[in-house]
């Protein structure tokens, strides 16, 4: 194809103009980091990952999901449970997210009555939010169910418990190629050690979308196994199911939606 | 990243459990929080915000998340600009535009207006290339891959939205990792701790 590429020499010095590039636009915003950010401070608060899919087996119900508290090592989730400071939301946009000219006009937020896996958490919503931006109060309550207990409230699923970590990435070895993003690296990160993520074998072939680039070693990419970071790690899990219909701009029908998931503190800090 | 995830606090927490084994672990999990949740009325002002994986840890400066998540997604103050300029260190002007144009504002699109059961990231944004008219996104999407293809790939040539700027990075375009955990088909859908 017209992209194949073979030349080791060219892509070894795209790769190390591609290093040396990277660490320059770092170094261009200077190595004066502050503190670590907030949500370090408390995991809890922390939201790893955002998801929505249908239900497999009904099309009109969709389930949102947000995790949070990362890396609860294998057999260690015993005791965790959501920080009752802490408000969790789902915002949705159910309207003008087609055109980009949207804010969101429903709202699902959670909070937990105390600390402990005996907690209560109350649903509220899904409801039009009291006030649109990032300071927040909670909507009408819909119900309260126990932690780690699947519970319905209506035409509504909810969970909140640990679950095993969704999400897969070869951390590690992203944070080599962009240690601005490795936390124990500031307020110093240091330059790129690698220039590419690891493949098992050299002659492992490199096609995209049908398109063939040579292999790993044409292409001088590491030769090295792969790793899941996140293989061995357990999250917190918060996840609600629905009739797509709650989730419909007024007076329509269900239609493109804008999601996004925080959490917030009375204080706007950790604790 | 955590990506999706909080990528920092991910390497943060990495950090302690290699420095401080096990028991320090085991103490690191305990919360920290007060004994009760507030009462109602209380104001809570946003501490974090997460949408799409991989675009705030990608494309964003560390020191920046944190303006970010103290943000509405589309009043993001430095994300915007920096998917252009990162974007710019390795691909044309015209890819950059374009990752920008689809990534921000920095939402999850899903379609409820598709009759179907199948999620797929970017789904909506590429008319259900990667899978799915619904978009969204799936407990097991290769969300890091579908990321790195568009950055570091082909993708946006493959799809026809603009012309191949021939600047691809073949080792950079995916992380080689395959999803191995084994989600339900029930309700909550995620699969059990470990």
Avoid at chain 1, 114 to 124: D, V
Avoid at chain 2, 73 to 102: C, G, H, M
Avoid at chain 2, 148 to 154: H, K, Q, R, T, V
Avoid at chain 2, 165 to 178: F, G, H, I, R, W
């Amino acid at each position: 194809m017209k992209l194949l590429r073979t030349g080791g020499t060219m892509v070894a010095v795209f790769l190390l103009a591609f290093t040396v590039s990277l660490y320059s636009f770092k170094a261009a915003r200077g190595s004066d980091h502050q503190d670590s950010p907030t949500v370090v401070s408390n995991p809890l608060a922390d939201i790893t990952d955002v998801y929505a899919f249908p239900d497999p087996h009904d099309a009109s119900r969709v389930a949102l999901a947000m995790d949070v508290r990362p890396l609860i090592p294998a057999g260690m989730s015993g005791g965790i449970a959501l920080d009752p400071n802490v408000l969790y939301q789902f915002k949705v946009a159910t309207s003008g997210v087609a055109s980009g000219s949207f804010t969101e006009n429903t709202v699902i937020q959670f909070t937990a009555s105390t600390t402990g896996t005996s907690q209560k958490i109350t649903l509220y919503g899904p409801a039009t939010p009291n006030e649109v931006g990032t300071a927040n109060t909670t909507v009408g309550k819909t119900g309260t169910f126990s932690f780690d207990k699947a519970a319905s409230l209506g035409k509504i699923r909810v969970f909140v418990g640990p679950r095993r970590d969704p999400f897969y990435f070869d951390l590690a070895q992203f944070f080599k190629i962009i240690p601005d993003r490795d936390y124990k690296n500031h307020p110093n990160p240091p330059p790129p050690s690698a220039t590419s993520f690891r493949f098992a074998k050299g002659s492992q072939p490199i096609v995209l979308n049908g398109v063939s680039y040579g292999t790993a070693s044409s292409n001088g990419c590491v030769i090295a196994k792969p790793h899941d970071l996140l293989a061995p790690y357990d999250v917190l899990s918060i996840v609600i199911e629905m009739p797509k219909a709650m989730l419909a701009p007024a007076g329509g029908s269900p239609s493109v939606i804008g999601l996004w998931a925080t959490t917030a503190t009375p204080n706007g800090q950790a604790e | 990243m955590k990506s999706r995830f909080t990528l920092a606090l991910i390497a943060a927490a990495v950090a302690g459990i290699v420095i401080g084994g096990c028991n320090s672990s085991t103490t690191a999990l305990t919360p920290i929080a007060g004994p009760s949740s507030p009462p109602s009325g209380t104001v809570y002002k946003q501490i974090e915000l997460l949408s799409r994986p991989a675009v705030k840890e990608a494309f964003e400066a560390f020191e920046d998340h944190n303006k970010t998540n103290r943000s509405e997604p589309y009043a993001d103050p430095v994300i915007k600009k920096q998917i252009k300029s990162f974007s710019l260190l390795f691909r044309s002007e015209k890819w950059a535009d374009t990752l920008q144009a689809i990534l921000y504002p920095n939402v999850m699109k899903a379609d409820l207006s598709q009759n179907t059961t199948t999620a797929a990231y970017l789904g909506y944004e590429t008319g259900g290339a990667t899978g799915s008219k619904f978009g969204g996104r799936g407990l097991d999407d290769d969300v890091i891959d579908i990321s790195l293809g568009a950055i570091f790939g082909n993708t946006l040539s493959a799809l026809g939205l603009i012309p191949d700027d021939k600047k691809e990075a073949p080792c950079l375009a995916t992380d080689n990792v395959s999803y191995d955990k084994s989600n339900t088909e029930t309700f909550p859908y995620v699969q059990a701790p470990l």
